[in-house]
């Protein structure tokens, strides 16, 4: 049982959006920034989102995030079928002095 | 741009004490934190510890009592000890930077599979 929560698996069709949601508490999301991460099998996570809504450099703006209270919100736009993946997000939990993942959410491209 | 690569045996018989290494390339070890994460089989990412380069440690509280971590600053490399494995312990180790103002990780390694397996 994962700290943060998210969907397992959410879908749509090339081209729309999908909005991936990561729930937790007053320890974790309501007090820390949360990050976001794509993760392909066989491939090392990467980066998309830091600091509640900062990207690296050369992740599109396609991708956005959001946070507040204890919720956060990952904003994929003009899916592509190279979107399809795990996402994960992340944060530190203040009371467990940890860090604490999301159980993933698969993206699928209809 | 930094590179990490973890190394270590892949495979280990239960009660054995598993030893990874990540070794950094392309940026110096010092000022960030450096993590491992772990992913079994089918499972999501759990986060394991992580080490400040000048050796103070955060630990996962469910792994605490079998955890070590180290840091190797004239290497520019950490390491994972983690004892008495069992088939549970089996995953995909990942070793990754972590920023040192906030609370990301922005480079990872490709992972290393170890399987815990009589």
């Known amino acids: 049982q994962s700290v943060l929560t998210q969907p397992p698996s959410v879908s749509a069709a090339p081209g729309q959006k999908v909005t991936i949601s990561c729930s937790g508490s007053?320890?974790?999301?309501?007090?820390?920034?949360v990050s976001w991460y794509q993760h392909l099998p066989g491939t090392a996570p990467k980066l998309l989102i830091y600091d509640r809504n900062k990207r690296p450099s050369g992740v599109p703006d396609r991708f956005s995030g959001s946070q507040s209270g204890t919720s956060a919100t990952l904003g994929i736009t003009g899916l592509q079928t190279g979107d399809e993946a795990d996402y994960y997000c992340?944060?530190?939990?203040?009371?467990?002095?940890?860090?604490?993942f999301g159980g993933g959410t698969k993206v699928t491209v209809l | 741009q930094v590179q990490l690569q973890e190394s270590g045996p892949g495979l280990l018989k239960p009660s054995e004490t598993l030893s990874l290494t990540c070794t950094v390339s392309?940026?110096?070890?010092?000022?960030?934190?450096w993590n491992w994460i772990r992913q079994p089989p089918g499972k999501g990412l759990e986060w394991i510890g992580h080490i400040f380069y000048t050796g103070s440690t955060n630990l996962n509280p469910s792994l605490k009592s079998r955890l070590t971590m180290s840091v190797d600053t004239s290497k520019n490399q950490f390491s994972l000890k983690l004892r008495s494995v069992t088939a549970a312990d089996t995953a995909l180790y990942f070793c990754a930077r972590g920023a040192d103002s906030s609370y990301y990780l922005d480079f990872w390694g490709q992972g290393a599979l170890v399987t815990v397996s009589s």
């Open positions: 992340g944060t530190w939990d203040s009371s467990l002095s940890a860090g604490v």
């Open positions: 392309g940026g110096s070890i010092s000022r960030y934190y």
């Open positions: 007053s320890s974790n999301i309501g007090n820390n920034y």
